[in-house]
């Protein structure tokens, strides 16, 4: 079958997803996609995920709550060139409920299937008010649940 797109082997099941792709502007000089346009896809997909899960920023700010990044670990593996069609998926992968949780990117090329990145994030409930660690509200437990565990 001619331009048959790949079956993605994806990291986890169900994943999150957005689909992307280079523009002019986030070509570095190695003529390929710049690694901090990685970190704010990232970003992007993951306030994306939260939002569809149920919580935007305007319930971050009425709760006095926020999951904020502790540590970021990329594993970029392949470059993105400028016009590749590209989806970027994540998943919620572990929180105590309280106040941890990880979550994890990988970025498949379309084409292809092949991944080109993958990414977690360690994150922390914190107290807007004052930036400090606090206990998750229920609304955050009950929502920020990993995704690989809401499968059935």
Request: net charge negative; hydrophobic share 35%; with cysteine.
């Amino acid at each position: 079958m001619p331009n048959a797109v790949p079956e993605i082997e994806w990291d986890y099941p169900s994943p999150f997803t957005l689909q992307l792709v280079p523009q002019p502007g986030d070509i570095d000089g190695l003529q390929h996609t710049n690694n901090a346009v990685y970190v704010r896809w990232c970003e992007q997909v993951a306030w994306a995920h939260s939002e569809q899960l149920g919580l935007a920023i305007g319930d971050y700010e009425r709760l006095d709550r926020a999951i904020a990044i502790r540590r970021g670990e990329y594993d970029y593996l392949h470059p993105a060139m400028l016009g590749d069609e590209l989806i970027l998926a994540t998943w919620i992968t572990q929180s105590d409920g309280k106040l941890m949780l990880e979550r994890r990117f990988q970025l498949v090329r379309k084409a292809d299937g092949l991944t080109l990145l993958r990414g977690r994030w360690d994150a922390v409930c914190i107290e807007l008010s004052s930036g400090k660690p606090r206990r998750m509200p229920p609304e955050f437990s009950r929502i920020y649940q990993p995704t690989t565990e809401q499968q059935s």
